[in-house]
């Protein structure tokens, strides 16, 4: 009889450890993917910087609600969408003489690439390579240049303004 009890106790023992090690690991697995949010790839070099694409959220990620209100007319697909104004200006706590709010992104085969297009200038935002494809900045005082390599494939959004105002030139080779 003693010896049926301490079969029983031992198997108790051993199944609560091992359920217990196997929700300690898919908790900490799960707690560490669900509330991952995405990340833009900092842009702080000044002439050139090289980086891996990695990937930016989970498949279990969720987006939280908006609280603004969603545009009623959708814009044709390709058209770059610029935020609605507001009827009070927001507080900034920086100001620059070359910023404009006037924020437009570039969608390309290699990835994303957001400037600030001011009046007589621009600056680059954020800049992300897609999946498979690494990602190169290269900035001086009159444009920006972004470029995206997978293998032998290359995309360059070219940001100008030494002649006049900013313009985005996108080419593909």
């Not at 992104?105 to 390579?129: H, K, M, N, Q, W």
């Amino acid at each position: 009889m003693r010896r049926g009890l301490v079969h029983v106790l031992a198997w108790s023992l051993a199944t609560g450890a091992a359920v217990t090690l196997s929700w300690w690991g898919v908790h900490t697995v799960m707690a560490g993917t669900v509330y991952d949010r995405p990340r833009a790839l900092p842009i702080t070099a000044a002439d050139g910087t090289t980086q891996e694409s990695k990937p930016l959220a989970s498949s279990t990620n969720r987006p939280t609600p908006s609280t603004a209100p969603t545009s009623p007319s959708p814009k044709p697909t390709g058209t770059p969408r610029t935020p609605a104004p507001s009827k009070t200006p927001p507080k900034s706590t920086s100001s620059s003489p070359t910023t404009s709010g006037r924020v437009k992104s570039y969608d390309t085969d290699g990835g994303r690439a957001v400037f600030d297009i001011g009046e007589t200038s621009a600056t680059l935002v954020s800049a992300t390579p897609g999946a498979g494809w690494s990602m190169q900045v290269w900035k001086t005082e009159t444009w920006i240049r972004v470029e995206f390599g997978s293998g032998a494939d290359r995309v360059s959004v070219f940001c100008t303004w030494h002649d006049g105002p900013p313009r985005v030139e996108i080419g593909t080779y």
